[in-house]
């Protein structure tokens, strides 16, 4: 069995036959839990509502950093909604492109921070070109927990990461044939992976180039697990018992 930490099954992605067929294709490849994660003020409404049809979609909600203003109504509705949410998400910096208000995104990601900290909430965090920023912000709020999405980092800044609580979530990226990630994994502890599809996004190997599903984890499994030396089975038990470290599913 695996869980699909972080995916986004949007209605611009995905129609509601394909839901229902990608929620039948991931369980046959064993994957039942699925963690939709909400990027703005819509995705978060169609999110809570999807997870209300399907009982194994379970609702993560909150502010991305691409947006472009600060709404104060947006987190007033996480706070409102965080009883039925497994986790703040999916929120963060990204310091990728240039003419970037990055004032505005730490103000955004330190509001969902604060909110998840006082509920108690496990938090799924994107962080690109952004590393000092994350970790400097994530210090100023100790105790939470949560994943840390897409890592494709140096083995030190996993160190900072698991030090901190928090476990590093996998995709496809990490199978692309040009990656150098794998020595890395090599030293990364089992016990701190999860695993995610970041669907539509990411497609890994074999399937790179296609629309991405939750049912590719097993892809994503399969390459951990040989870069490891362990069987999948083994890498299930593990990554499934992190994810129940983390949320409450
Ligand atoms: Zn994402």
Request: charged letters at 30%; a negative charge.
């Amino acid at each position: 069995m695996f869980t699909d930490t972080h995916c986004h099954i949007f209605s611009e992605y995905y129609s509601q036959d394909k839901v229902l067929e990608l929620v039948e294709q991931a369980k046959n490849q064993g994957v039942t839990k699925l963690i939709n994660n909400g990027t703005d003020s819509r995705t978060n409404r169609e999110v809570l509502l999807l997870s209300q049809k399907y009982e194994n979609i379970y609702p993560a909600i909150g502010i991305h950093p691409e947006v472009t203003e600060y709404i104060e109504d947006d987190y007033i509705f996480i706070e409102k909604n965080i009883s039925s949410i497994v986790a703040i998400g999916e929120i963060g910096l990204d310091y990728h492109y240039d003419n970037i208000d990055k004032e505005l995104q730490r103000k955004i990601f330190k509001r969902q921070l604060d909110i998840a900290q006082k509920q108690n909430k496990p938090v799924i965090i994107h962080s690109r070109d952004a590393t000092k920023d994350t970790i400097d912000i994530l210090k100023e709020f100790p105790g939470l927990k949560g994943i840390i999405h897409c890592f494709t980092g140096s083995l030190e800044t996993a160190d900072e990461y698991i030090k901190m609580g928090f476990k590093l979530g996998m995709n496809g990226v990490i199978t692309f044939k040009n990656s150098k990630f794998r020595d890395i994994l090599k030293n990364i502890p089992l016990e701190s992976i999860v695993l995610e599809t970041d669907s539509p996004y990411l497609s890994p190997e074999p399937v790179r180039g296609t629309r991405n599903e939750p049912a590719n984890i097993v892809h994503i499994a399969k390459f951990i697990a040989e870069v490891k030396g362990i069987t999948v089975d083994e890498l299930s038990k593990i990554t499934e018992k992190n994810v129940e470290d983390i949320f409450d599913i």
